[in-house]
């Protein structure tokens, strides 16, 4: 279908052309003079000026073209929130057809979204309590996330606008089918849509950015802790660590001007640095972000076991989680949607595969390394829940705000070892998978010999025990033992991350 016929009509504040290629389009950003104009038939009218927009250092820009689901589509104009999370863009993507929709950032990747409605009211935000469960026509969602965000900045050909720099609620719905429906309350009644996630590859996108790369180069600053080099590669990084000192640094306010940082002691060493790049599942990554993260058992706070989780990036799939724990290695990816429990909630079904709760558990973030596309920060805590079925994992993180939902599956540790040309470590990498005498969740294998000695002492320590006994000191010593019952944590990735 051929595109529709575009409008262009002098900015009130500056006489520049200002053009509309939608009907449906009210709104529009002069690009000269940054004036906020709307559309009254063929009258324009000047509303106010937006701020500048960021810069992301995205590859998408206006005009960029793409096609889905065989309609094409141009991307129009974009507009930019900031939440207590970070900053995040939606752009406004336009069919030849005159319908748009938007795409937006989600967990690092991106989900197509198109307007929706429903014929019920829709509730208040206090209404839309997190992680609960409500339907919207029938269908059940659960509430991923409920903050206050505002518009910040805005550029070209737009449906929407919020009123700038004004706080108002977002929620986020997630269906255990993929599906996410987003609340937007920054107008009256509230704008609805309904997206499912998408890869840029797909989309098929011509002119983009050519020189988004070359800027991430140039895009560096000085620690405001030693005065070390710091140079940012991604383009929607929130956080990233000094190599010299190793403080922890927020990107939320872009890198100029005073920059907050927090002081990092005890660094951890990773096993596969920063920076490495190799071959897994298919895929090609780079390692760019590192995190060692503690858990507690709910009803015993005294009990802890750490687990590391590497950020791995690719240009066109986005970001994804290798975690490393005393039960394997494992690859895992933020998940769109979020699935479904039985009563107990021992049971999670999601796109069709139901999974058994092994672990629950709280979580902290112990040391960051590298830069992370959330702000991550040390001591952020969690509420975690790991779920599997046989190699395939399913976890979910909660905090305040936000309940994010992981899935992937176990990899062996020499594929891992293979991928980052590691073999010469391979030992050093080797957990649950070493082999068939290695107990469950042991850590690094260990022999049969080694297993035949444990039972020894075993042996010589019951002995013991008996002689104590006989003596008088097995009753009443209050002497008792635990044992961890998740020794492994850090199936999820995301770590408390926001959804934008």
């Known amino acids: 279908m051929a595109a529709e016929r575009t409008y262009v009509a002098p900015c009130p504040g500056c006489g520049a052309p200002v053009e509309f290629r939608s009907a449906q389009s009210a709104f529009a950003v002069c690009s000269y003079c940054r004036s906020t104009v709307v559309r009254d038939g063929a009258a324009l009218s ?52 005159g319908s748009s929709a938007w795409l937006a950032e989600d967990n690092g990747a991106y989900v197509l979204a198109l307007p929706a409605s429903t014929q019920r009211p829709v509730p208040q935000p206090d209404q839309l309590r997190l992680n609960a469960t409500t339907a919207v026509e029938g269908k059940s969602y659960r509430v991923a996330s409920n903050e206050l965000v505002a518009l910040v900045s805005a550029q070209g050909e737009l449906p929407k606008l919020p009123p700038l720099d004004t706080q108002f609620a977002m929620v986020e719905l997630r269906s255990a089918d993929n599906e996410v429906l987003a609340i937007d309350y920054g107008s009256s009644p509230p704008a609805l849509s309904r997206g499912r996630p ?10 983009l950015r050519e020189d988004s790369s070359k800027g991430l180069q140039g895009r560096s600053f000085a620690c405001p802790n030693c005065g070390a080099p710091v140079e940012v590669q991604l383009a929607n990084s929130k956080s990233i660590t000094c190599a010299a000192c ?17 002081l990092q002691d005890e660094p951890v060493q990773p096993l596969i640095p920063l920076g490495s ?7 090609q990554w780079q390692v760019v972000g590192f995190q060692h993260r503690l858990g507690t058992e709910p009803d015993d706070p005294d009990e802890h076991f750490g687990w590391d989780e590497y950020l791995l990036y690719n240009a066109k799939r986005g970001f994804t989680f290798l975690v490393d724990s005393t039960e394997g290695w494992s690859v895992v990816k933020p998940a769109t949607g979020a699935p479904t429990f039985n009563a107990s909630r ?36 969690s509420f975690n829940r790991d779920y599997s079925k046989r190699q395939s994992l399913l976890s979910m993180e909660e ?60 042996m010589i320590l019951l002995v013991i025990v008996k002689s104590c006994r006989d003596e008088g000191w097995g009753s009443g010593s209050g002497y008792s033992t635990s044992s961890p019952g998740s020794s492994t944590g850090g199936w999820s990735g995301g770590s408390g991350g926001s959804h934008k």
């Open 46 to 97: 000047r509303i106010g000026k937006v701020a500048e927009v960021f810069e992301d250092f995205s590859p998408l820009q206006l005009l960029a073209r793409g096609r889905w689901q065989a309609r094409d589509f141009t991307l129009v104009g974009r507009l930019q929130y900031r939440g207590a999370g970070g900053a995040w863009t939606e752009w406004n993507a336009l069919f030849d057809d």
């Open 198 to 207: 998408v890869a840029l590859e797909e989309l098929e996108l011509t002119g």
């Open 246 to 262: 190793h403080s922890l640094i927020d990107l939320r306010q872009g890198t100029g001007g005073e920059l907050a940082h927090a």
């Open 277 to 283: 790049t190799g071959q897994l599942q298919g895929v």
């Open 346 to 381: 021992e049971l999670a079904t999601y796109l069709g595969t139901t999974y058994q709760l092994k672990y629950s558990y709280k979580a902290q973030t112990t040391y960051v390394a590298g830069e992370f596309y959330w702000p991550v920060e040390r001591g952020q805590a």
């Open 399 to 458: 905090t305040p705000t936000e309940v994010t939902w992981s899935v992937g599956s176990q990899v062996e540790s020499d594929a891992v070892a293979k991928a980052f040309g590691l073999e010469a470590k391979k030992d050093l990498l080797q957990r649950g998978d070493a082999g068939p005498t290695t107990p469950k969740g042991s850590g690094v294998g260990c022999g049969c010999g080694t297993i035949i000695m444990v039972l020894i002492l075993i």
